[in-house]
C-alpha cells in the first residue's frame, strides 16, 4: 500500500522570548491508507506541533525551517494558503482536546458544520441543513434535527466532541488527525467516543492519527505507535511490538510508569531508582476503633435551576416540578486513621461536592460528618476557615498550576496556611519550616522563590503537597492530584504521596477518576453514581470482583492493550 | 423577553426616584439665589422677595418637593424661567439634536474603530497595528474643542468647504417638518433634498470632532477583545476545517468579540449624549448640554432637574436596550436574565 502522508526530516521551531525553540526535531512519520497510528508522547514530546505543522495551523510564532510533509503527492510544507485551505476540512480534519472549547459558543451546532460543507461545496445552501443533520446523525446523536439548533453550552463533553467529528467528518476526508480526543471525559465516554472514531473511519476507509499521552489508549485503538521525547521521533513499531517488547529506554520508562493491573506504585518508577522507604501500606495502617471521619447520612441539595426550565419551555415541557437536585444523596462511609480510601466515579457522580462538603466548603443539606468525634457539619461554611479543627485536614487540587496564586513565590505559597493559622509567625521560623516540607516533598531549596511559572507541572504539585503539609493535617483531600501530570510525573508523585502518608500517618481521601490510579494508592474504594455509593469495600474485592454492574462497566472501559 | 424588560424597568424604578430626590436636593443647595437673579441687579429686598414667593422659594422643601413630584407626574418639568417656556418643550426641542449629533458621530466613529482594531488584531505589529495606536492616542488626546476648531479653522475659514459652524441647517433652509427630530431623516422624509444637503454639510464637522474623540476607546477595545478571541480553541477549528478568512474572522471571531465593544459603545453613547457641551458650544448646536449648563449658570432650577433626570432616564434605556443585544448576541446570556 502506498503512503498517505509521509513526513520527511520536518523541523519546527518557535520563537520566543528566550529566543528560538526548536519543537520538532528532524522527525519522519509515515502513514498508510486506512491505517491507524498513534503518537504517544509526554507534555512537551511534540506530538501536537507535528500534528499542527501537517495541518499547517501553527500559530504565528511557530514555523517549519526543513522537511517535507507529503500528503498524496503535495508538499503540505511548502503548499500556498489558498491550496492547503482547501485541504483543510475536505482532506484532512482534525479534532481536538477539550470539545466544548473547541466550538464556537455563539453559533448553532448544525450552523457550524453547515460552515464547512458549504465552504468545501459539499452542500447547497438549500440542502446543507439535511446534510449537517445527517453528519449528526452519523455520529449518533438522538434528535439530531432538534439538536441541529443547540449551542455548545447546552451539551454535555461527550456531546460536544461528538459534533466536533461530524464537523470533522462532514465532508468526508482521507485523514483524521484527533489530537487527545478523549482527555477530560469519563471513561465511558471516552470508551463510546474512540469506538465511534473507529468505527467511522474505517466504514470510510480513512487514516487516523491519534495523538495521545495515554498508552494504554494508544494501545487498544492503534495498528503501529510512534514514541515521540522533546520533539524526536525515539521508537515506532508496530503496537504488538511495542507493547510486547519495548526497544527504546523512554518508551520503557513510559511503560513502567503508565498504571496498570497488577503493577505495584513502587513499579512505577524507573528500574534505576533509589528504594522508596519500606512500602507496605496496609501494614502500616494502624487499626482503631473510632474512624477519623465518619460521614453520615450526607445530602446535598440544589434547586432546579431555572436555566433548565428555559430550555425545558422551548420544548414546550413543564417545568414546574420543583423537586431539588440532589447532588449527594444519602451517602455514608467512614476514613480511619492511617488509611487512603478512594472515592470513585464519572463526572457529576457527587464525588467532588462530597469533598468539598468534607472540607466545609459548602454546607451540607442533611447529615452528619463526624471528624475526630466532633460534627463538622454544626458550623457553618463561612466560619469554618477560622475553626481550629480546620487546620487539621487539608486539600490537594487537581491543577497544580491553577491552584497556586501566580504572584506567589514557592516559598509563600506553602507559608500561605501557616501565616493564615498562627498570630505573627517570625520571618525565620517560617522560612525553617518551609525548608523543612520542601524538603520532605523533594522540592530543591533553591526552587523556593521561583513563581509558579518558573515550576514544571512536578514540581508545582509538589508546593501543592507541601502547602497541604504545612499544619500537619490528619486527613488530606487529594482531589484528582495527578490528573494534569505525565504519567512519569504521575508516578514519582504517586510515590510521593504514599511514602509522605506512611512517614506522617496521616489519612486520605483520594478523589479520583482512575480506577488503576486507586488501585495503587487506596487501601478502600467508594464508588459514587448519581449521588448515591454504588459499592464499597476493599480495593482488591472491588476491582478485581465487582459486585455492581457499575462498577463493572467502568473497568471494562478502561482501554485494554491487545493480547 | 417582554417580561424581562418588565423586570428590567422595574429594578430601575429605585434609581429614578434617587435621581429624583438628589438633583432636587442638590439645586437647593447650590450657591445662588434664583429670586435675586431674576429680580435684577436693581432690585429691593422687597422685591426680591416678592419674586421668591412667586416662585414658591418661600415654603418648606417638603412642599416644594412635593409639588415637583406632583408636577412630574402630570408630565410637567416646571418652567424654565430664562426663556419662559415649559422645560419639556425645551428639551424636546433640544434632544433630538444632541441625539442627531451624538449618534452620526458613534456610527462614524464605529464604522472607523471596528475594521481598524480588527484589522490591528489581525496583523499585530503591523503598520496598521501601529496607525491604530497612533489614532487612538492622538484621537483622545486632542480636547474636543480643540479637534472642533481646527476643524472650523481648516475646512471652514481656509479652505471654505464647510458651511459656516452655527446650528443645525443653513439659515437660507428651513428644518424640514419634524417627525422624529432628526433633521437628516426628516429630510428624507419629506424628501426635501436640499434641506438634507445643508443639514448634512452642517453635521460633518462636529460628527467629525466627535468621531475622533471616541475612536479610542472603541478601537482599542475591538482589537484587545478580537486578539483574546483569535486565540481560542474554536477559532483553531475553523481554521482546521478550512474555512474562508473572512468567515473566521468575521462569523466566528468578530461576533464573539462584540459584547466588549458594544459595552463600550453604549457607555461612550451615554456619556456624549449629555457632556458634549463643548462641541455643542464651538459649533452653537442647539443640544441639551449647553442649555442645561446655561440654565445652572442662572440657578434656573427647573430645566437643570428636567435635563438630569431626562439624561437618567436615557441611561437606564441605553444600558437596558444593550443588555437586549448581549442576548442577540451570545445566546449564553439569554438564559441569565
Redesign the interface.
Known amino acids: 500500500m502506498s503512503d498517505l502522508l509521509d513526513i520527511r526530516d520536518l523541523c519546527v521551531e518557535f520563537e520566543t522570548r528566550k529566543g528560538i525553540v526548536r519543537a520538532v526535531e528532524k522527525i519522519d512519520i509515515s502513514l498508510k491508507k486506512g491505517e491507524t497510528l498513534g503518537i504517544v508522547g509526554e507534555s512537551g514530546s511534540g506530538k501536537s506541533v507535528t500534528s499542527y505543522a501537517a495541518?499547517r495551523?501553527l500559530?504565528?510564532a511557530g514555523r517549519i525551517t526543513s522537511g517535507s510533509i507529503v500528503y498524496s503527492g503535495i508538499d503540505l510544507a511548502t503548499a500556498g494558503e489558498a491550496e492547503?485551505?482547501?485541504?483543510?476540512?475536505?482532506e484532512m480534519?482534525?479534532i481536538?482536546q477539550?470539545p466544548r472549547?473547541?466550538?464556537?459558543?455563539?453559533?448553532q451546532i448544525g450552523r457550524q458544520i453547515e460552515?464547512?460543507l458549504i465552504?468545501?461545496v459539499q452542500a447547497t445552501r438549500a440542502e446543507a441543513r439535511r446534510r449537517a443533520i445527517a453528519a449528526l446523525e452519523q455520529v449518533r446523536i438522538a434528535n439530531p434535527e432538534e439538536r441541529y439548533n443547540a449551542?455548545p453550552?447546552q451539551l454535555s463533553g461527550g456531546m460536544c466532541q461528538r459534533v466536533?467529528i461530524a464537523?470533522?467528518l462532514a465532508c468526508r476526508p482521507q485523514l483524521l488527525i484527533a489530537d487527545e480526543p478523549t482527555t477530560g471525559l469519563d471513561v465511558t465516554t471516552q470508551k463510546a467516543i474512540m469506538d465511534l472514531i473507529v468505527d467511522l473511519t474505517r466504514e470510510h476507509g480513512m487514516s487516523t492519527i491519534l495523538i495521545t499521552h495515554d498508552l494504554g489508549l494508544a494501545a487498544a485503538y492503534c495498528d503501529r505507535v510512534t514514541v515521540m521525547e522533546k520533539g524526536r521521533v525515539v521508537e515506532c513499531a508496530s503496537s504488538q511490538d511495542i507493547f510486547g517488547s519495548p526497544q527504546h529506554a523512554y518508551t520503557r520508562k513510559l511503560m513502567r510508569a503508565t498504571p496498570r493491573p497488577g503493577a505495584l506504585l513502587q513499579d512505577l518508577l524507573p528500574e534505576d531508582s533509589p528504594p522508596q522507604s519500606p512500602a507496605n501500606a496496609q501494614s502500616t495502617a494502624a487499626r482503631s476503633d473510632t474512624p477519623l471521619l465518619r460521614i453520615e447520612g450526607l445530602i446535598k441539595e440544589y434547586p432546579r435551576m431555572?436555566?433548565g426550565g428555559?430550555l425545558e419551555k422551548l420544548r414546550g415541557s413543564n417545568p414546574a416540578d420543583e423537586k431539588p437536585f440532589r447532588a449527594v444523596d444519602d451517602v455514608s462511609f467512614d476514613v480511619g486513621r492511617g488509611e487512603t480510601v478512594g472515592l470513585v466515579g464519572e463526572s457529576g457522580c457527587g464525588k467532588s461536592t462530597t469533598s468539598m462538603m468534607i472540607m466545609r466548603l459548602l454546607d451540607p443539606t442533611q447529615g452528619r460528618i463526624l471528624f475526630d468525634g466532633t460534627d463538622l457539619a454544626l458550623f457553618p461554611a463561612k466560619e469554618f476557615a477560622r475553626n481550629p479543627l480546620r487546620r487539621r485536614i487539608q486539600m490537594v487540587f487537581q491543577d497544580p498550576t491553577e491552584s497556586l496564586n501566580p504572584r506567589y513565590t514557592a516559598m509563600r505559597a506553602i507559608a500561605d496556611p501557616i501565616l493564615q493559622a498562627a498570630d505573627r509567625p517570625r520571618r525565620d521560623a517560617v522560612r525553617a519550616r518551609c525548608e523543612e516540607l520542601a524538603g520532605l516533598v523533594g522540592l530543591p531549596l533553591n526552587l523556593l522563590d521561583r513563581l509558579p511559572h518558573q515550576l514544571s507541572g512536578g514540581q508545582k504539585a509538589r508546593v501543592g503537597i507541601a502547602r497541604a503539609l504545612a499544619l500537619n493535617p490528619d486527613l488530606v483531600v487529594l482531589d484528582e492530584p495527578t490528573a494534569a501530570l505525565d504519567v512519569s510525573v504521575q508516578a514519582v508523585v504517586l510515590n510521593l504521596l504514599q511514602s509522605l502518608k506512611e512517614r506522617l500517618g496521616m489519612s486520605y481521601l483520594f478523589v479520583s477518576h482512575d480506577l488503576h490510579v486507586v488501585r495503587l494508592l487506596c487501601d478502600r474504594v467508594i464508588v459514587m453514581r448519581s449521588g448515591r455509593i454504588v459499592e464499597q469495600g476493599k480495593c482488591e474485592d472491588v476491582l478485581e470482583r465487582p459486585a455492581s454492574a457499575y462498577t463493572r462497566e467502568l473497568i471494562d472501559a478502561i482501554p485494554k492493550r491487545p493480547v | 423577553m417582554l417580561r424581562l424588560i418588565g423586570r428590567r424597568l422595574l429594578t430601575a424604578l429605585p434609581s429614578i426616584v434617587g435621581v429624583i430626590i438628589v438633583t432636587f436636593l442638590l439645586t437647593r443647595v447650590l450657591p445662588g439665589d434664583p429670586a435675586a437673579y431674576f429680580a435684577g441687579p436693581a432690585a429691593t429686598p422687597a422685591a426680591i422677595a416678592e419674586v421668591r414667593t412667586k416662585l414658591g422659594l418661600d415654603r418648606p422643601l417638603p412642599e416644594q418637593f412635593f409639588s415637583y413630584v406632583a408636577g412630574l407626574a402630570r408630565g410637567d418639568l416646571g418652567t424654565s424661567l430664562t426663556t419662559g417656556r415649559p422645560v419639556m418643550t425645551e428639551l424636546a426641542a433640544r434632544l433630538p439634536a444632541s441625539a442627531e449629533l451624538t449618534l452620526a458621530g458613534l456610527i462614524l466613529s464605529f464604522m472607523i474603530a471596528v475594521p481598524l482594531g480588527i484589522l490591528a488584531a489581525i496583523r499585530q505589529g503591523s503598520w496598521i497595528d501601529h496607525l491604530c495606536r497612533v489614532l487612538a492616542t492622538a484621537g483622545v488626546s486632542l480636547p474636543v474643542f480643540f479637534t472642533g476648531l481646527l476643524l472650523v479653522y481648516v475646512f471652514y475659514y481656509l479652505t471654505g468647504i464647510a458651511p459656516s459652524p452655527v446650528g443645525r441647517i443653513d439659515v437660507f433652509y428651513s428644518p424640514p417638518p419634524s417627525v422624529t427630530g432628526f433633521y437628516v431623516i426628516d429630510a428624507l422624509i419629506a424628501r426635501d433634498f436640499g434641506a438634507l444637503r445643508a443639514a448634512l454639510s452642517q453635521l460633518a464637522l462636529p460628527v467629525a470632532t466627535l468621531a475622533i474623540f471616541s475612536l479610542a476607546p472603541i478601537a482599542r477595545i475591538t482589537r484587545a477583545s478580537m486578539l483574546g478571541v483569535l486565540s481560542s480553541e474554536f477559532i483553531r477549528t475553523a481554521r482546521a476545517s478550512g474555512l474562508r478568512p473572512t468567515t473566521v474572522v468575521i462569523t466566528y471571531a468578530f461576533r464573539n468579540a462584540l459584547i466588549p465593544v458594544v459595552t463600550t459603545i453604549g457607555m461612550v453613547f451615554s456619556f456624549l449624549l449629555g457632556a458634549n457641551v463643548l462641541v455643542e458650544k464651538v459649533f452653537a448646536w442647539p443640544g441639551v448640554g449647553s442649555f442645561a449648563i446655561e440654565a445652572l449658570i442662572a440657578s434656573d432650577f427647573a430645566p437643570v432637574q428636567g435635563f438630569v433626570l431626562t439624561m437618567a432616564i436615557l441611561y437606564i434605556l441605553i444600558n437596558l436596550s444593550i443588555d437586549l443585544l448581549y442576548g442577540v448576541i451570545d445566546p449564553r446570556v439569554r438564559i441569565e436574565g
Open positions: 495541518m495551523i500559530d504565528r492547503m485551505r482547501d485541504l483543510r476540512g475536505r480534519s482534525m481536538f477539550n472549547a473547541a466550538l464556537n459558543p455563539i453559533r460552515d464547512v465552504q468545501h449551542y453550552f466536533v464537523l470533522a431555572s436555566a428555559w
